[in-house]
């Protein structure tokens, strides 16, 4: 179970197979995220799909809950409105927000279900699906510890240079500069960090 909004970063990953409640033949469950007061952050200046750390002040945190609540409990009874009128599922759900709660079974094989890790525990994706990671990652290690231990050392804790970086960090290790820039300098730049060199 998870918000919708989760469940969409989710099924970007599709070498599982999925089976999802549906809203055509099911009547949806009353039922919402809404993110911890923690949570409830500025959006980032240098990531333009993730939160900033500067905090909020108290009373926007609550300003904040107040009107996705209010939202969530609107489009609610609207949805609920319309299935009292007779009005076809399929219609009646339209309107109801992203932080809904949806339920599919999920089935994965373990190639994959470490890359679908390894993206989604990375510090760049949501928090939200970041929590859920983390929880597939424990059981994982409880199902499969010597695998998950390989995952580890080999994958998750591991950092890989393309060749234009490799010949810089020769550069580098040669006391010369690394000529890179744009992107590319940033992104040997934060592997460089990632390593401690």
Same mark, same amino acid.
């Given at each position: 179970? $998870?918000? *919708?909004? *989760?469940?969409?970063?989710?099924? !970007?990953?599709? @070498?599982? !197979?999925?089976?999802?409640?549906?809203? !055509?033949?099911?009547?949806?469950?009353?039922?919402?995220?809404?993110?911890? &007061?923690?949570? *409830?952050?500025?959006? /980032?200046? /240098?990531?333009?799909?993730?939160?900033?750390?500067?905090?909020?002040?108290?009373?926007?945190?609550?300003?904040?809950?107040?009107?996705?609540?209010?939202?969530?409990? =609107?489009?609610?009874?609207?949805?609920? &409105?319309?299935?009292?009128?007779?009005?076809?599922?399929?219609? /009646?759900?339209?309107?109801?927000?992203?932080?809904?709660? =949806?339920?599919?079974?999920?089935?994965?094989?373990?190639?994959?279900?470490?890359?679908?890790?390894?993206?989604? $525990?990375?510090?760049?994706?949501?928090?939200?699906?970041?929590? %859920?990671?983390?929880? $597939?990652?424990?059981? @994982?290690?409880?199902?499969?510890? $010597?695998?998950?231990?390989?995952?580890? @050392?080999?994958?998750?804790?591991?950092?890989?240079?393309?060749?234009?970086?490799?010949?810089?960090?020769?550069?580098?290790?040669?006391?010369?500069?690394?000529?890179?820039?744009?992107?590319? &300098?940033?992104? %040997?730049?934060?592997?460089? &960090?990632?390593?401690?060199?």
């Amino acid at each position: 179970k $998870m918000p *919708v909004f *989760v469940a969409r970063q989710w099924i !970007r990953h599709r @070498t599982a !197979r999925l089976n999802e409640i549906s809203g !055509r033949y099911s009547v949806m469950v009353d039922e919402f995220y809404n993110p911890e &007061k923690e949570q *409830v952050l500025y959006q /980032s200046k /240098s990531n333009r799909q993730g939160r900033d750390t500067e905090e909020v002040p108290e009373h926007l945190k609550e300003k904040v809950l107040d009107i996705l609540i209010s939202g969530q409990n =609107t489009a609610y009874d609207d949805y609920q &409105k319309l299935i009292d009128e007779g009005i076809a599922r399929e219609l /009646s759900r339209i309107n109801l927000p992203l932080s809904l709660y =949806t339920q599919w079974y999920w089935q994965i094989d373990l190639s994959n279900l470490f890359h679908f890790l390894k993206l989604r $525990m990375d510090c760049h994706a949501q928090w939200e699906i970041r929590q %859920y990671a983390g929880i $597939m990652a424990d059981i @994982t290690k409880a199902v499969a510890p $010597m695998a998950y231990e390989a995952f580890e @050392t080999h994958v998750l804790n591991s950092v890989s240079f393309s060749g234009q970086e490799l010949e810089a960090l020769k550069l580098q290790i040669e006391g010369k500069d690394h000529n890179l820039s744009g992107i590319h &300098k940033a992104e %040997y730049e934060a592997k460089i &960090k990632n390593i401690q060199l």
